[in-house]
Structure formats: C-alpha cells, structure tokens
Antibody
Framework: QVQLVESGGGVVQPGRSLRLSCAAS????????MHWVRQAPGKGLEWVAV????????YYADSVRGRFTISRDNSKNTLYLQMNSLRAEDTAVYYC??????????????WGQGTLVTVSS | EIVMTQSPATLSVSPGERATLSCRAS??????LAWYQQKPGQAPRLLIY???TRATGISARLSGSGSGTEFTLTISSLQSEDFAVYYC????????FGQGTKLEIK
C-alpha cells in the first residue's frame, strides 16, 4: 500500500532554513507528480508546491515562491522541501502528497501523516 | 486565483440522516473538483474526484455532483465515522481548497 512518511519538522527561528523529507513506498515513485500541502494550526489546507514525475517542472504557491524549493530524488524514492527565509506564518503541519498523474496535475490521491514546522523566536 | 467557498461552515445532523455539503468556485473549474475528509489528528483522505467519481474503497453512501461552479457532496444515512471536516479542492487551474465544512453530530 502507498506510504508517505515525512520528517525534518521542528522549531526554527524566523529567517532561518529547514529541509523536509518525504520517504515514499508502495508505488512506483518515479512515475508520479508529488505535492506539498500545509495546514496552519486550527486552519484549512493550503497547497504549497508540486513537482513533475521527473523533477523537470516545479510550481509554487505565491506565498512561498522564491523562498521554498521542491525537489526529488527518484533513486531514493524521496521528496524534499527546502524552506528558506522562514516566517511565523509558515508555521503549519506540512503534508507530502501523491498526485494521480505524472505531471502532478489533477487531484491528490494519497497523503502522508504530516510533519509540524514551528517558526518562532 | 480561483476561490473556493464551502457552506455551511458547520453542519449538525443526526446519525441516520442525510447531509448535504456545498462548494462554490469563483469561476468555472469544469469537473476538476475533489472532496477530502479529515478527522482530528489525521491526514486528509480522498473521497471524490472528477466531481462525482468515488475513490477506491469509498462507501456508496457518499456521492458527488455538480460541474462548472456549483458542487455538492451528499452523505446518506450518516454513521459515526462520517463526522469530520470535509474540504473541496479545485485542480482546474493550479490548486485551491475550500475553507472546510465541519460535519458534527446533532
């Protein structure tokens, strides 16, 4: 079965960086686009970024463009999110999620359990 | 940006009854609309895609309808496991979620 396991969350000061990882198993990772979606405490879901199956295309929400970078290593079945210049408003649970297509377009069909990022001094 | 608006914010329904949740898009998203369920402390789970197609393993008590800008998720004969927060998401132009509807026990 599809498993997505995030790691790398924690407490970080404003302006600092953090890298999240997502280990994927149970499907052919290199064939599917992958997303990051976040959820601030007590709030709704916010899409963050998507990468195509081969990593050749990445797209970002306006709120993170220029600060966050999504990438993947298909040899390791792992998705990453490099987060720079972090702000208090980036505090959220970050979910790794599998797209149903190779481009990453379309709906999300599986989600990880999430990792909490807290930006605070 | 396409804005997704869900109504009501909270819906109180008794077990065994039917719940109807609404989602409106600020512009047409064709049928590129998904519904997700989220329970406290858990990740979201895909319920419906393509506005009306149930995901694998999803009960036939759940049904989705609509196209363009107006969409509905209907849950018949509510059971205890159905009480949760429900989100709609458009994927016609990038990706945006509604703010969620909390379905609670009356």
């Amino acid at each position: 079965q599809v498993q997505l396991v995030e790691s790398g969350g924690g407490v970080v000061q404003p302006g600092r960086s953090l890298r999240l990882s997502c280990a994927a198993s149970g499907f052919t990772f290199r064939n599917y686009g992958m997303h990051w979606v976040r959820q601030a405490p007590g709030k709704g879901l916010e899409w963050v970024a998507v990468t195509s199956h081969d990593g050749s295309n990445q797209y970002y929400a306006d709120s993170v463009r220029g600060r966050f970078t999504i990438s993947r290593d298909n040899s390791k079945n792992t998705l990453y999110l490099q987060m720079n210049s972090l702000r208090a408003e980036d505090t959220a649970v970050y979910y790794c999620a599998k797209g149903h297509s190779s481009s990453g377009g379309g709906y999300i069909d599986y989600w990880g359990q999430g990792t909490l990022v807290t930006v605070s001094s | 940006e396409i804005v997704m608006t869900q109504s009501p914010a909270t819906l109180s329904v008794s077990p065994g009854e039917r719940a109807t949740l609404s989602c409106r898009a600020s512009e047409s998203v064709n049928n590129n609309l998904a519904w997700y369920q989220q329970k406290p402390g858990q990740a979201p789970r895909l319920l419906i895609y393509g506005a009306s197609t149930r995901a694998t393993g999803i009960s036939a008590r759940l049904s989705g309808s609509g196209s363009g800008t107006e969409f509905t998720l209907t849950i018949s004969s509510l059971q205890s496991e159905d009480f949760a927060v429900y989100y709609c998401q458009q994927y016609n132009y990038w990706y945006t979620f509604g703010q969620g509807t909390k379905l609670e026990i009356k």
